[in-house]
């Protein structure tokens, strides 16, 4: 069983940058594929970014440009820096693990066996 702790939220203006921190514990890190999802008001979740073991990494047309995705596997940590932050950005971000995920379900939530609580990221104009 993995357990995944979400931090690094909060409110910020047009423009700014955050970083979100996923600790995990409970599993071999190293081997999940691990992403970040988010939720925006009145919205379904939707996929933000993955990264493989291996480091390969994919992000949503939304995001890409402006967010990176980084794992610490002797951490046992995953991140995601977000730069340029627009009020579209606002939203519970998830962090997801996954034992099975392949480049096809890569971006789908049934893909992923774990997840976080979630942290709010507010976006102000």
């Known amino acids: 069983q993995v357990q995944l702790v979400e931090s690094g939220g909060g409110l910020v203006h047009t423009g700014d940058s955050l970083r979100l921190s996923c600790d995990a514990s409970g599993g071999t890190f190293r081997s999940y594929t691990m992403a ?3 939720r925006a008001p009145g919205k379904e979740r939707e996929f933000v970014a993955t990264i493989r073991p291996s480091r390969h990494s994919y992000y949503s047309d939304a995001v890409k440009g402006r967010f990176a995705i980084s794992r610490d596997n002797a951490k046992s940590a995953l991140y995601l820096e977000m730069n340029n932050l627009n009020a579209e950005d606002t939203a519970v ?3 997801a693990a996954g ?3 392949i480049t096809s379900n890569s971006a789908s939530m049934s893909a992923y066996d774990y997840w976080g609580q979630g942290t ?3 976006v102000s104009s």
């Open 36 to 38: 970040w999802f988010r």
């Open 99 to 101: 034992a099975r995920v």
């Open 93 to 95: 971000y998830f962090c």
């Open 120 to 122: 709010q990221v507010t």
